[in-house]
């Protein structure tokens, strides 16, 4: 698979939110949802794009489809399951919610750098970005040969998500000031209010 015409985005909105306390996908930066900024960042590069929710019906209002966890309450590991079973064996662009800093350019990037690693069908491997060693796993692609060990992670309760980069092969993208569109905060998350007051995420009205 040469190109990414055929590659899924999926975005991640089905967190429990309980540091947050309210919606993340809802909370609302520069006039968008966090979810709508996602979904759009994602669509700037992939034609199909998706948004994976605990329950169907609970983002339905993104303007794409919308599918659900296998196993709500088993965290992204589950959201990575069906997006990687609704790709029905194309590579998968995940990414969170709660990254608001994440925008086209390293998503372009991160689809670049993984068109020869994932060219191969059914590969079980990652391309992820780093930042002073720091992985985000979840602003990345993954192939679709990872929903096999995804599977047996979720079956044995192993869910953490950087331990399943252990386990696959694993090309981690070192980010720096080389490139145009660095920041050092682009793969920060929002995990609770203090951080969404810092970069002026608020809950709808």
């Given amino acids: ?27 609302e930066l520069e006039g968008r949802s966090l979810g709508e900024r996602a979904v759009a960042v994602l669509r700037s590069r992939l034609e199909r794009v998706v948004v994976v929710s605990r329950r169907l019906g609970d983002h339905a209002g993104l303007g794409v489809p919308e599918i659900a966890d296998r196993l709500p309450g088993a965290g992204p590991l589950a959201g990575m399951q069906a997006a990687l079973d609704h790709a029905h064996g194309a590579p998968v662009f995940i990414l969170a919610c709660d990254l608001p800093n994440v925008g086209p350019r390293l998503v ?52 953490r998500v950087l ?35 810092r970069v002026g995420a608020v809950p709808p009205e």
């Fill in 163 to 197: 331990d399943l980069l252990d386990a696959i092969e694993t090309e981690r993208v070192d980010l720096g000031p080389e490139l145009a569109f660095y920041r050092d905060d682009l793969l920060d998350n929002l995990n609770d209010p203090r951080a969404a007051a």
């Fill in 108 to 159: 372009a990037h991160l689809v670049e750098r993984a068109l020869a690693p994932l060219a191969e069908a059914g590969r079980a491997g990652a391309v992820v970005p780093a930042i002073g060693g720091r992985v985000q796993p979840l602003c990345g692609v993954y192939g679709a040969g990872c929903g096999r060990e995804i599977a047996r992670r979720l079956e044995t309760g192993a869910l």
């Fill in 1 to 27: 698979m040469r190109s990414a015409d055929e590659w899924l985005g999926a975005v991640l909105v089905g967190g429990s939110s309980r540091r947050m306390g309210a919606d993340k996908a809802a909370l």
